[in-house]
């Protein structure tokens, strides 16, 4: 009898003390941060060396492959602010996950480098262009662009009579480790990607810029809103201060990457971020690293996603999003920098 009252006893203990712990947990003074590795690890360079405390809260940030390793992350909860694609904060909205859109963190980074010579898009056709971005805004320009041009396409890792092969792969590595050596024609990376391939094969050059060619199908002056940064709503409604604070700090930070990029790439370098061994002022000024809040962010974002559901709505998740997609605070809206 004794023993059996002493087991629950202990059973009684384990239950406190384990759901003390979850207890603790959520409400500990610390944050998470997924960011994408590459042009938006770049963007949240200033951040990750600078700041791991922000209104006294710890800020643990982690670099992830690429898109479906950050839809993991807000999906399952881990992820309590994210630098994403903004097309997929979108689709993950629109399928009831809570999260808001804070800010865009950058404008376009894509560009097609070949050693071909001078490209333009039809001269694709029949070739395989090997790319990033599957189910990401990078998937959506260009099949947006290449529709624009009634060039087809179809997915694949072989040339395709009369189409533009497209070849995805889950992050770039592979892409300039080819470009390394010499076996492929065409591929279209982001930067800082494109500078660390170029680097690695002089035979290469920039010869598309994805960015312009957006503007061209869409009859547009502006760029397209590549990636945001999204909050889980449980956060803005506990800490909106330390959000905005985050957000500002990105636009702070690309500031201090137009100024100066060496201090960030060596500190990216040291925790194994992708980037070139230099970045020049070319590469971080291709890297389209231009953050906005407020109105500003809603509306770019908000055309830009119109755009895309029209193109095909899946990339959004069938719908556009509702105003309860963007978080706006007149705060974050006159914030200018630093």
């Known amino acids: 009898m004794k023993k059996t009252i002493a087991i629950l006893l202990l059973l009684s203990l384990t239950l406190f003390c384990a759901v003390s712990f979850v207890g603790c947990s959520e ?33 643990n940030y982690e670099i992830k492959n690429g898109a479906d390793d950050i839809k993991a992350a807000v999906m399952n909860g881990k992820a309590d602010i994210a630098i994403m694609p903004t ?29 071909q010579g001078e490209t333009t898009l039809s001269d694709l056709v029949g070739e395989v262009l090997h790319t990033v971005g599957k189910s990401g805004t990078p998937e959506a320009v260009l099949k947006k662009v290449l529709d624009s041009a009634s060039i087809a396409y179809e997915e694949s890792d072989t040339a395709v009579t009369g189409k533009v092969a497209l070849n995805f792969y889950s992050d770039g590595t592979q892409i300039i480790q080819k470009i390394a050596q010499g076996s492929i024609k065409y591929a279209l ?39 945001a940064l999204v909050a889980k709503t449980s956060l803005l409604k506990k800490n909106a201060g330390l959000v905005e604070k985050i957000a500002m700090l990105t636009l702070d930070g690309s500031y201090a990457l137009r100024s100066n990029a060496t201090p960030y790439v060596t500190y990216l370098k040291e925790i194994g971020a992708t980037v070139p061994p230099t970045l020049g002022a070319d590469g971080v000024q291709r890297a389209n690293i231009t953050p906005a809040f407020g109105l500003t962010a809603k509306t770019d974002v908000s055309n830009y996603l119109s755009i895309l559901y029209t193109f095909n709505a899946k990339l959004i998740g069938n719908k556009m999003p509702d105003d309860g997609f963007y978080y706006l605070s007149d705060e974050l809206s006159s914030y200018t920098g630093k």
């Open 27 to 59: 409400d500990s003074d610390s944050i998470t941060v997924i960011v994408p590795d590459g042009g938006p690890a770049l963007g949240m360079a200033y951040l990750m060396k600078n700041h791991s405390m922000i209104n006294g809260v710890k800020i």
């Open 87 to 115: 097309n997929l904060a979108a689709a993950l909205y629109n399928n009831k996950i809570e999260i808001k859109l804070v800010a865009t963190n950058s404008y376009g980074l894509m560009y097609l480098i070949t050693n």
């Open 189 to 227: 990376l982001g930067e800082p990607a494109v500078s660390t391939a170029l680097a690695k094969n002089s035979a290469y050059s920039i010869q598309i810029d994805l960015q312009e060619e957006w503007k061209t199908a869409t009859n547009t002056d502006a760029s397209y809103p590549q990636t």
